[in-house]
């Protein structure tokens, strides 16, 4: 069974930039939503007792249950989501995420123009994703419950773009949206641990496999 975690701050936290009516909508029921939905397409099978990444990855390659991976894949999504912003958040990063920006975009600048042209560019409900690919990072975009975590790159950090996300707060604004998300919100603290768990975990892979050609 999925459980709803609670949102990492109160529901107030993210004021003036994104109201408590929101957060209490996009959390308490549509989040909740995906995981009641997930679990009564769980109940009674083998996967019923796996973790959610396991649920994403098994539905993702059963092409007769697209309903149990948008609902797995949003609980997945949504609850990194949540962390991907904090109270207070938003500017340029420091630390390890902002070194291999400045490597892998060639300055913060182009990389902001680039979540923001991916966030407000995608066609309909989906993602803009933060992500290391390959030891890259990358912007790139998913449409509706698509997620990386089915493929090869890492999530860094997400913007959710269904208009749920902003509507109540910015209408039809969505450019505005994502220009807030990025100056007031986005959680690098989030990004800076989940990039240095990346990087050590293909640090890891590569002496495995030093290892073994050397043995
Ligand atoms: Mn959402």
């Given at each position: 069974m999925l459980t709803l975690p609670d949102l990492p701050y109160k529901y107030s936290a993210l004021l003036p930039y994104i109201s408590e009516d929101t957060l209490r909508l996009h959390h308490d029921k549509h989040h909740r939503a995906y995981v009641n939905a997930a679990n009564t397409l769980l109940r009674g099978t083998a996967l019923q007792a796996r973790t959610l990444e396991d649920i994403v990855a098994a539905a993702s390659r059963d092409t007769k249950n697209r309903a149990l991976f948008n609902n797995a894949a949003q609980a997945w999504n949504h609850t990194f989501y949540w962390s991907s912003m904090r109270p207070e958040g938003g500017g340029e990063p420091t630390g390890t995420i902002a070194e291999h920006i400045a490597v892998d975009f060639g300055s913060y600048d182009v990389f902001h123009r680039e979540l923001a042209a991916a966030a407000t560019g995608q066609f309909g409900s989906g993602w803009a994703w933060l992500v290391l690919d390959q030891g890259v990072l990358k912007v790139t975009q998913t449409a509706n419950a698509e997620t990386p975590i089915t493929g090869q790159q890492i999530p860094i950090l997400t913007i959710d773009?269904?208009?749920?996300?902003?509507y109540v707060d910015y209408r039809n604004r969505r450019p505005d949206y994502v220009a807030t998300f990025l100056s007031r919100l986005v959680n690098w603290d989030f990004a800076n641990r989940n990039l240095e768990r990346a990087l050590q975990t293909s640090r890891d892979g590569e002496q495995s496999r030093a290892a073994r050609v050397s043995a």
């Amino acid at each position: 069974m999925l459980t709803l975690p609670d949102l990492p701050y109160k529901y107030s936290a993210l004021l003036p930039y994104i109201s408590e009516d929101t957060l209490r909508l996009h959390h308490d029921k549509h989040h909740r939503a995906y995981v009641n939905a997930a679990n009564t397409l769980l109940r009674g099978t083998a996967l019923q007792a796996r973790t959610l990444e396991d649920i994403v990855a098994a539905a993702s390659r059963d092409t007769k249950n697209r309903a149990l991976f948008n609902n797995a894949a949003q609980a997945w999504n949504h609850t990194f989501y949540w962390s991907s912003m904090r109270p207070e958040g938003g500017g340029e990063p420091t630390g390890t995420i902002a070194e291999h920006i400045a490597v892998d975009f060639g300055s913060y600048d182009v990389f902001h123009r680039e979540l923001a042209a991916a966030a407000t560019g995608q066609f309909g409900s989906g993602w803009a994703w933060l992500v290391l690919d390959q030891g890259v990072l990358k912007v790139t975009q998913t449409a509706n419950a698509e997620t990386p975590i089915t493929g090869q790159q890492i999530p860094i950090l997400t913007i959710d773009v269904w208009e749920h996300a902003y509507y109540v707060d910015y209408r039809n604004r969505r450019p505005d949206y994502v220009a807030t998300f990025l100056s007031r919100l986005v959680n690098w603290d989030f990004a800076n641990r989940n990039l240095e768990r990346a990087l050590q975990t293909s640090r890891d892979g590569e002496q495995s496999r030093a290892a073994r050609v050397s043995a």
